[in-house]
């Protein structure tokens, strides 16, 4: 794990995806998550039911980490209803619950008839899909326990291009800060009816755009840089500042540096000097 501690967030960003790549390959190899993954290859094509599945303890918890759903683990009971429901019924339980989620884990399972039967488990494709799942959710996780704006961000590029409406969006907590933060929404909009919400953020951003890289990509720069200024870690890390500061700290006047609000200013005057 590369150590991010006392950086700001667009420099802690920047190193993260320089090293992701070594980073990744670190958690494939290291002896516990080797263990858990050469377990699940091994023993995931004879889960064909929801019962299976949650009788191999070492399988199941392996899928619930490779979904960010650890702390779900113990709940048994709950995922296998949600594994079982029929996600074209609106009443069932899959889709009553607003964590997307146990949404997302039933889709990608794939069981059907009631939990009965899965194709996806002998298919090797699916099994590796899920293995990097898996080793991708640690290292998020990695950096969101260092920094948390990181993490946000990371885990936001991650979903970023699955998102098709802005209610998949604002259902996340994550997604939901990402969003407010990078376009400039102030957070007492969360307090707001979610449809309100909704309404809002869509005249603010199409969302489909998300499925751009290039678009994921700077409102990533956007939510990383706005971050800094909101915890102060722009003006903090900047050396101008620093140095302005101590010239100041032996004078009878204290340098105070300032943050502006660059989107609200123009970039020319309506009318310009000729």
Same mark, same amino acid.
């Given at each position: 794990?590369?150590?991010?501690?006392?950086?700001?967030?667009?420099?802690?960003?920047?190193?993260?995806?320089?090293?992701?790549?070594?980073?990744?390959?670190?958690?494939?190899?290291?002896?516990?998550?080797?263990?858990?993954?050469? &377990?699940?290859?091994?023993?995931? =094509?004879?889960?064909?039911?929801?019962?299976?599945?949650?009788?191999?303890?070492?399988?199941?918890?392996?899928?619930? #980490?490779?979904?960010?759903?650890?702390?779900?683990?113990? =709940?048994?009971?709950?995922?296998?209803?949600?594994?079982?429901?029929?996600?074209?019924? #609106?009443?069932?339980?899959?889709?009553?619950? &607003?964590?997307?989620?146990?949404?997302?884990?039933?889709?990608?399972?794939?069981?059907?008839?009631?939990?009965?039967?899965?194709?996806?488990?002998?298919?090797?494709?699916?099994?590796?899909?899920?293995?990097? #799942?898996?080793?991708?959710?640690?290292?998020?996780?990695?950096?969101?326990?260092?920094?948390?704006?990181? =993490?946000?961000?990371?885990?936001?590029?991650?979903?970023?291009?699955?998102?098709?409406?802005?209610?998949?969006?604002?259902?996340?907590?994550?997604?939901?800060?990402?969003?407010?933060?990078?376009?400039?929404?102030?957070?007492?909009?969360?307090?707001?009816?979610?449809?309100?919400?909704?309404?809002?953020?869509?005249?603010?951003?199409?969302?489909?755009?998300?499925?751009?890289?290039?678009?994921?990509?700077?409102?990533?720069?956007?939510?990383?840089?706005?971050?800094?200024?909101?915890?102060?870690?722009?003006?903090?890390?900047?050396?101008?500042?620093?140095?302005?500061?101590?010239?100041?700290? =032996?004078?009878?006047?204290?340098?105070?540096?300032?943050?502006?609000?660059? &989107?609200?200013?123009?970039?020319?005057?309506?009318?310009?000097?000729?």
């Amino acid at each position: 794990m590369i150590p991010l501690a006392g950086m700001g967030t667009q420099t802690a960003m920047r190193l993260v995806d320089a090293t992701r790549d070594r980073q990744l390959e670190l958690i494939e190899s290291s002896a516990r998550h080797s263990r858990a993954i050469s &377990t699940f290859r091994e023993r995931i =094509g004879d889960i064909q039911s929801v019962e299976d599945l949650l009788d191999d303890q070492e399988v199941y918890t392996f899928v619930m #980490r490779a979904f960010d759903l650890e702390d779900q683990i113990f =709940g048994k009971a709950m995922i296998g209803k949600i594994l079982e429901s029929d996600i074209n019924d #609106r009443k069932a339980l899959v889709n009553r619950l &607003t964590d997307p989620r146990f949404r997302e884990l039933h889709i990608s399972m794939g069981f059907t008839d009631a939990g009965a039967k899965n194709a996806n488990t002998l298919d090797p494709s699916w099994q590796e899909a899920i293995v990097d #799942r898996y080793v991708e959710q640690r290292f998020i996780n990695n950096q969101a326990e260092q920094n948390e704006a990181v =993490g946000i961000a990371l885990e936001f590029r991650r979903a970023a291009p699955e998102v098709k409406t802005w209610l998949d969006v604002l259902k996340d907590k994550g997604h939901a800060t990402f969003m407010r933060t990078a376009l400039g929404i102030p957070e007492q909009v969360a307090q707001l009816d979610i449809d309100k919400q909704a309404e809002l953020f869509a005249k603010k951003f199409d969302i489909a755009k998300l499925k751009d890289p290039a678009e994921v990509e700077a409102l990533v720069r956007k939510y990383t840089a706005i971050s800094d200024a909101l915890d102060g870690s722009a003006v903090a890390g900047n050396a101008a500042v620093q140095m302005m500061t101590n010239l100041a700290s =032996g004078a009878s006047r204290r340098y105070v540096p300032i943050t502006l609000d660059i &989107t609200a200013i123009s970039a020319k005057p309506s009318a310009p000097y000729r």
